[in-house]
T-cell receptor, first 111, second 112 residues
Framework: NAGVTQTPKFRILKIGQSMTLQCTQD?????MYWYRQDPGMGLKLIYY???????DKGEVPNGYNVSRSTTEDFPLRLELAAPSQTSVYFC??????????FGPGTRLTVL | GENVEQHPSTLSVQEGDSAVIKCTYS??????FPWYKQELGKRPQLIID?????GEKKDQRIAVTLNKTAKHFSLHITETQPEDSAVYFC???????????FGKGTKLSVKP
């Protein structure tokens, strides 16, 4: 199993640009999550999904959108990028015993 | 909603010493408390977890204790080694469908 994979690893955006962060898991987990990690601030939940076709907002959803058309994929869309969205983004999926497996992360810089 | 406070923010110990990281939570309905280790530039990885029906759990050199009355839980690492150096995050979850709320992390440095 590849586990949770994310692309790209790094990206630099200009203010106002848009992009999609990709996340795929091959463990057939229903629950998937998107977090952002700012220095010294821990992990903040952006959006989550409990299964294909079902998504919901987390703590910090503003400026982001998600979709979940398949069990495997959970892309995160940034519209009109702002400097405040500079962060490291982690995708995760969760087992039936509550363990969350994280992807390798995407480091995003908005200039 | 749930709030998780983690202390200390940084911790430096000598190799072989013990390290203790403490977290408090606000929601008495929280029932699952995992600890994650994140090495520099890497993803967070689960190292141990505890549920609200258990007071203590051990796995080799690491242990977690839970005090539901006081609403705090702690990570204990014994016989620390340089490879234990990392940032450690605690988290709490409320209810079976609840999401994890993370503490801000503790940077542990183990000096040889």
């Amino acid at each position: 199993n590849a586990g949770v994979t994310q692309t790209p690893k790094f990206r630099i955006l200009k203010i106002g640009q848009s992009m999609t962060l990709q996340c795929t898991q091959d463990m057939n987990h229903n629950y998937m999550y998107w977090y952002r990690q700012d220095p010294g601030m821990g992990l903040k939940l952006i959006y989550y999904s409990v299964g294909a076709g079902i998504t919901d907002k987390g703590e910090v959803p503003n400026g982001y959108n998600v979709s979940r058309s398949t069990t495997e994929d959970f892309p995160l869309r940034l519209e009109l990028a702002a400097p405040s969205q500079t962060s490291v983004y982690f995708c995760a999926s969760m087992t039936s015993t509550d363990t969350q497996y994280f992807g390798p992360g995407t480091r995003l810089t908005v200039l | 909603g749930e709030n998780v406070e983690q202390h200390p923010s940084t911790l430096s110990v000598q190799e072989g010493d013990s390290a203790v990281i403490k977290c408090t939570y606000s929601d008495s309905a929280s029932n699952y408390f995992p600890w994650y280790k994140q090495e520099l530039g890497k993803r967070p990885q689960l190292i141990i977890d505890i549920r609200s029906n258990v007071g203590e759990k051990k796995d080799q050199r690491i242990a977690v204790t839970l005090n539901k009355t006081a609403k705090h839980f702690s990570l204990h690492i014994t016989e620390t080694q340089p490879e234990d150096s990392a940032v450690y995050f605690c988290a709490a979850r409320t209810g079976s469908q609840g999401n994890l709320i993370f503490g801000k992390g503790t940077k542990l440095s183990v000096k040889p």
